[in-house]
């Protein structure tokens, strides 16, 4: 098993910036991908961004691309999103996920293919 903590959610305002951190314990060793998730109020969960664990592609949304940016902190084992530019439809409980196995569709992670889920930590972008 998986356990994953997400932290750095918060309010922010438009325009401004914010750094999720999602850190992974027990069998890490089984960790071949890690990624990032959303759910707005009323919406689908959705892909926001992934990586290979190991090193090697990333993964973004289109919404995600050019604002947001993830990456493996080595130096604390933890998977980092950091968040520029936000919008208030950026609003929403954002999710680490992590999995041994997993499906790739259209540059994207597909959420039902993530193995273990962090409980989430909330975004809030609004003046």
């Known amino acids: 098993q998986v356990q994953l903590v997400e932290s750095g959610g918060g309010l922010v305002q438009p325009g401004g910036s914010l750094r999720l951190s999602c850190a992974p314990s027990g069998r890490t060793d089984n960790i071949n991908v890690m990624g990032w998730f959303r759910r707005a109020p009323g919406k689908e969960r959705e892909f926001v961004a992934g990586?290979?664990?190991?090193?090697?592609?990333?993964y973004y949304a289109n919404f995600a691309r050019g604002r947001f940016a993830t990456s493996r902190d080595n130096s604390k084992n933890t998977l980092v999103l950091q968040m520029d530019t936000l919008k208030p439809e950026d609003t929403a409980v954002y999710y680490c996920a992590a999995s041994q196995s997993f499906v790739v569709d259209g540059n994207q992670l597909v959420p039902d293919a993530m193995q273990y889920w962090g409980k989430g930590t909330l975004v809030t972008v609004s003046s």
């Open positions: 990586l290979i664990w190991s090193g090697g592609s990333i």
